[in-house]
């Protein structure tokens, strides 16, 4: 019989550590997929974030390096600068891309580095705790804003991706959610437009993937992709940014 | 002077570094250290490197990071304030155990200080200076021409010890300009990098990870680094040392402090006075085998250290000493230098 399903080369065969439910282990999957299908696994360098998938190298079949908190783009820049013929990706939440790392993830944008950012939006600082993130949507209720953002003390949610749109060196940016398999497979075909044009030289590409939290939205896996469709997707709108 | 050319301390070691195939630049504008930055702007794109103006301290160090998890020779400059906002970076590459080179020409502080040379940096750069048990190889040159060689040191053991190195001098020898000998030297050191970021074609997948959560493994980690550590401590000392065959009086300074210093000797030596000078070149490891020798051979000597500082490196000598020698101390900073008079004046009561 023929086998038309597999696990993906790039993808070790093993349990991950993440939560029931939670978004990691799906893009996990769906980045060795990629990786696989464009035939670039052993020219691709992953840097790991810090963050639930601080270990995602431990899943990935391929060479990774962390970096410190928000850092990734600074390291990406210089191991892509230094080895233009390797592909080179990063793999950041929100907490690490949009707060800690804002300033290395503009000037890396701005410079047009030709790297591919995945970018996991769950609104939620997850290995902490369950903090307020700065994408953490107005009312919502987190370790650190106990009776829900207030746009008055914590300002708005960022829109990280809207905001780098305007940068000319960017090339491409596109919000996807893991909300339901249709847009699950949105979200590959996006992620591998990103890898696509990084292999072409096209320059920086970036990915927001609406991610669930289960744990720390206190919500079950159910529930949480409904939220994301209902309530998460209303704010961060899905689509082709640029 | 025949083929020698004048250039300042900065650009010394900015060549220097490319000599020694330095192949990638990270950095962040600060005085006194801008004709490095500059000068590697010009330089990096001749020999086909890689210079980057990064946005922040925080950018170039993490900069380093990323070029040297992918196996080229890289190294950042910065002075004291930016060294400080490096610190994270350098304690990740120690904890990855990344080779890169760190200059620091040091300036005055605590916070912004000023921009006048200071040696109060050493603290920092000989204790680790980051969060962690680490270490950096923390290298200081004294004049223009050093500053250029050492950089083949440094190069040297960042790969061999796959470890953070900082050359530590200051805005005096930065600015100052002397005549010197560019030439090309060899560290032998092997340039393979087995472990390096390259694509996994032909071999297993590599990580650079300075992170280690199962129980105990983090202990394993340190401690193999702790075990690199005494290794450079034992073979890695290095020192210049000017009449201590007879001296009783050992004046104990680095870098351009220790250029002030010599001038005591020499005028000290003159009027009759048996001084001698030990002069670190390595500040970690401190050269502390030379002063174990001392306590055994000039048994009625004393020992006078002087920091631009209000007192650092004492702490290394008083160690190394360890109670047989009386140690004196004269020290300034902020702006203030002490002089060849002020060293003079205070032999005088000793």
Partial sequence: MEKIYRRPESLYDTSTHYCPGCGHSTVHKIIAEVVDELGIRKKVIGIAPVGCAVVAYNYWNFDCSEAAHGRALAVATAIKRVRPNNIVFTYQGDGDLAAIGTNETIHAANRGENLTVIFINNAIYGMTGGQMAPTTLLNQKTATTPLGRDAKFQGYPLKISEMLAVLPAVKYIERVSLQSVPETIKAKKAIKQAFINQVDGVGFSLVEVLSPCPTYWGMNPVDSLKWIKDVMAKEFPLGRIK | ?350
């Fill in chain 2, 1 to 350: 002077m025949k083929n020698k050319i004048l250039m300042s301390g900065n650009e010394a070691i900015a060549e220097g570094a490319i000599k020694a195939g330095c192949r990638f630049y990270a950095g962040y504008p600060i005085t006194p250290q801008n004709e490095l930055i500059a000068y590697m702007s010009s330089r990096m794109p001749e020999v086909k490197g890689v210079f980057i103006q990064a946005e922040s301290e925080l950018a170039a160090i993490n900069m380093v990071y990323g070029a040297s998890a992918a196996g080229v020779r890289a190294m950042t400059s910065s002075s004291s304030p930016g060294v400080s906002l490096k610190q994270e970076g350098i304690s990740y590459i120690a904890g990855a155990e990344l080779p890169a080179v760190i200059v620091n020409v040091m300036r005055g502080g605590p916070g912004l200080g000023n921009i006048a040379p200071a040696q109060s940096d050493y603290f920092q750069a000989t204790r680790g200076g980051g969060h962690g048990d680490y270490r950096s190889i923390v290298i200081a040159p004294s004049a223009v021409q050093e500053a250029f060689d050492l950089m083949f040191l440094g190069f040297g053991l960042a790969d061999k010890y796959r470890n953070p190195v900082i050359v530590l001098t200051d805005g005096m020898l930065g600015q100052m300009m002397e005549p010197i000998k560019v030439a090309s030297c060899k560290f032998q050191v092997s340039s393979k990098k087995p472990w390096a970021l390259t694509g996994c074609a032909g071999r297993k997948p590599n990580i650079v990870k300075s992170f280690f959560l199962a129980e105990g493994a983090l202990e394993i980690a340190n401690l193999k680094l702790q075990e690199k550590y005494k290794t450079i401590q034992e073979k890695e000392q290095r020192f210049e040392g000017l009449f201590l065959d007879d001296a009783n009086i050992i004046l104990v300074a680095y870098g351009s402090m220790a250029r002030v210093a010599k001038g005591a000797v020499g005028a000290l030596r003159r009027n009759g006075k048996k001084v001698g000078l030990i002069r670190p070149i390595t500040l970690w490891p401190f050269p502390s085998k030379v002063f174990k020798s001392i306590c055994q051979r000039n048994k009625k000597s004393k020992v006078l250290v002087i920091e631009m500082s209000y007192g650092q490196m004492i702490e290394d000598v008083l160690l190394s000493v360890n109670g047989k020698l009386p140690v004196e101390f004269i020290g300034k900073s902020g702006g203030g230098i002490p002089s060849e008079e002020d060293i003079i004046n205070k032999i005088k009561l000793l």
